[in-house]
């Protein structure tokens, strides 16, 4: 095969999605402002498929914005009953999949976020960590210290109040505010230093290399420590049901 018909070829991920008899190109298209009539050929063009998934994202970080500031959105992906935090989780999976990452670690910091407030913690977690494991230096460091702000309130909501101890300090030393996260646009102080990656403390397993966050860790950590905490609580319930004082009968 020569260079020229080489270039922009399906990776062998997104080739076997797309490969699916029940990939969902109409739905995809839509989302992304392609006509669905033309759908599969345009998501098989990467090129095409990577721009519109780039004007996509930056429509959703327009209209976000604009929603957040109690503003109507003046962008019709506005108009998806899923926005925005199930449009933003779609763009991010589009993203990934057609290697379209630039925009990634912003929408996913509001994706986390969404899901915070939302009492989905485990989600929030994972999404976290989405952020910065696409996060590129000095580009996202703001985002990245906001989404590392954000897990001190994830891991504070899971009742794991020493990592969020140990991780607020990691903050603080870095001259991160530890509200970042709360930032609609989030930004970083002059004295702040640079991202470092993401190194995790006090129990949480290590990263898998020098630099990126493990997503895979993240999310099964925060899985087993909930677990922890619903056997705890079933285990204080059950202690309850079978007490023998006597003012209980």
Same mark, same amino acid.
């Given at each position: 095969?020569?260079?020229?018909?080489?270039?922009?070829?399906?990776?062998?991920? #997104?080739?076997?999605?797309?490969?699916?008899?029940?990939?969902?190109? %109409?739905?995809?298209?839509?989302?992304?402002?392609?006509?669905?009539?033309?759908?599969?050929?345009?998501?098989?063009?990467?090129?095409?498929?990577?721009?519109?998934?780039?004007?996509?994202?930056?429509?959703?970080?327009?209209?976000?914005?604009?929603? #957040?500031?109690?503003?109507?959105?003046?962008?019709?992906?506005?108009?998806?009953?899923?926005?925005?935090?199930?449009?933003?989780?779609?763009?991010?999976?589009?993203?990934?999949?057609?290697?379209?990452?630039?925009?990634?670690? %912003?929408? /996913?910091?509001?994706?986390?976020?969404?899901?915070?407030?939302m009492g989905e913690q485990d989600l929030a977690a994972s999404f976290i960590a989405v952020v910065q494991e696409t996060a590129e230096p000095e580009r996202d460091d703001a985002e990245a210290w906001a989404a590392q702000s954000l897990l001190v309130a994830v891991?504070?909501?899971?009742?794991?109040?020493?990592?969020?101890?140990?991780?607020? %300090?990691?903050?603080?030393?870095?001259?991160?505010?530890?509200?970042?996260?709360?930032?609609?646009?989030?930004?970083?102080?002059?004295?702040?230093?640079?991202?470092?990656?993401?190194?995790?403390?006090?129990?949480?397993?290590?990263?898998?290399?020098?630099?990126?966050?493990?997503?895979?860790?993240?999310?099964?950590?925060?899985?087993?420590?909930?677990?922890?905490?619903?056997?705890?609580?079933?285990?204080?319930?059950? /202690?309850?049901?079978?007490?023998?004082?006597?003012?209980?009968?």
């Open positions: 095969m020569s260079d020229e018909q080489d270039f922009g070829a399906l990776t062998p991920s #997104r080739d076997e999605a797309l490969a699916r008899l029940n990939f969902p190109y %109409q739905r995809v298209a839509r989302r992304l402002g392609i006509d669905p009539g033309g759908a599969e050929l345009a998501l098989r063009d990467a090129d095409r498929a990577r721009d519109a998934i780039a004007d996509a994202s930056r429509a959703f970080l327009t209209a976000d914005d604009e929603c #957040r500031a109690g503003r109507t959105p003046s962008s019709p992906i506005a108009l998806d009953p899923d926005f925005p935090t199930g449009v933003g989780m779609s763009l991010i999976g589009a993203g990934m999949l057609w290697e379209e990452k630039e925009l990634i670690p %912003q929408i /996913a910091l509001r994706v986390a976020k969404d899901h915070h407030e891991l504070q909501r899971a009742g794991a109040a020493a990592q969020s101890a140990e991780i607020a %300090q990691d903050l603080v030393d870095h001259s991160v505010p530890l509200e970042l996260w709360r930032q609609d646009d989030p930004s970083l102080p002059d004295d702040s230093l640079s991202w470092h990656g993401g190194a995790f403390v006090g129990g949480i397993p290590p990263r898998r290399d020098e630099r990126h966050l493990s997503y895979e860790d993240v999310h099964d950590y925060l899985d087993q420590l909930l677990a922890d905490m619903r056997r705890d609580e079933e285990a204080e319930g059950d /202690a309850a049901g079978t007490s023998t004082d006597p003012h209980d009968e």
